[in-house]
């Protein structure tokens, strides 16, 4: 395969200008916004764009609003020169990494007020979480004019919140929502994975072990909510960990939690293992009733 590096842009006015320039000559725009330390779950959203899309826009911008005082901004993996030599196999246009001056420069006081959506789960234990996520989201998507956006379906609730916050705001860009891209053994690709001690990456593997037991029981008739939450919840307890932020089975629209299932159901996770904190989430949907 010939590998041609993408051109590197590092503030808005350029971006803005390469693809103008694109969408002048008829070019529909991906974009696959990151914040970089990219595996194989982003490349499968940046294989979605260039396989949709004319022109692709990655961005790679570690988004400091949406990380509280105590949480892995400072150590979040930065790996920019790698994550560069990945995207050359895979025919992107632009890798658009701006500096946080760039994107909050001084006086930058707008933020955007999340939706219903965002309250529960994340929203609860993550408080302006994700006032920062739709305000970098939006700022990117502002910055790339992008015709398709690709987000990972392993932030559930990301998704929705983006996806509403488009449709309330009139964004122009379609939100594209792509599957989990897991390990062989289950684990969800997450760039947080290299925390993780040998042991603790063993016992991660509760998280998607309890979604294929809570699957397995729904898809054999299992409609009592709180029946498939004890379970899930009694493999953690054998997995040793402990630290869990919610196990929760909810509409997949809503998020409004659910207590008979009687069609399909979102199960979703996040605990910390050891000291990083891990999500994951499945669709659980119930037999067919006769
Ligand atoms: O999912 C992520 O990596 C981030 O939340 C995003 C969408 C790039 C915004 O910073």
Redesign the pocket.
């Known amino acids: 395969m010939t590998s041609l590096a993408p051109q590197l842009i590092p503030t808005c006015a350029e971006l803005a200008t390469a693809v103008a320039q694109a969408s002048q000559q008829g070019k529909t725009i991906g974009l696959v ?3 970089g330390a990219l595996h194989a779950g982003h490349l499968s959203l940046v294989k979605a764009s260039t396989a949709e899309c004319d022109c692709t826009v990655v961005s790679i ?1 570690v ?1 400091p609003t ?1 990380f509280a005082p105590h949480e892995d901004l400072e150590k979040y993996p930065r790996t920019l020169k790698r994550d560069l030599e990945l995207l050359a196999d895979y025919n992107v246009d632009f890798v658009f990494s701006p500096s946080a001056d760039e994107m909050y420069p001084a006086g930058c006081s707008t933020f955007v007020d999340p939706p219903e959506v965002a309250r529960s789960l994340e929203g609860a234990f993550r408080p302006d979480h994700f006032r920062g ?1 739709c305000t ?2 939006l700022k990117l998507l502002n910055a790339a004019r992008p015709t398709i956006a690709f ?2 379906r392993k ?1 559930f609730q ?1 998704a929705l919140v983006i996806r509403r916050m488009a449709e309330d705001l009139n964004v122009p860009t379609n939100i594209s929502v792509q599957p989990i891209i897991r390990e062989p053994d289950g684990l969800a690709m997450s760039s947080r994975n290299q925390y993780l001690s040998p042991e603790e990456r063993a016992q991660a593997l509760v998280l998607s072990r309890s979604l294929h037991a809570a699957e397995t029981l729904v898809a054999g008739g299992e409609s009592d909510a709180a029946a498939v939450l004890a379970a899930m919840k009694e493999l953690f307890d054998q997995a040793g960990v402990t630290d869990i932020d919610y196990l929760s089975l909810a509409c997949p629209d809503t998020l409004a939690p659910v207590q008979t299932i009687a069609g399909p159901v979102v199960a979703l996770i996040a605990c910390r293992v050891g000291a990083t904190r891990l999500i994951d989430n499945q669709i659980l949907t119930p037999p067919p009733q006769i």
């Open positions: 916004p990151t914040m911008f988004n949406q996520v970098i989201v987000f990972g932030d990301q």
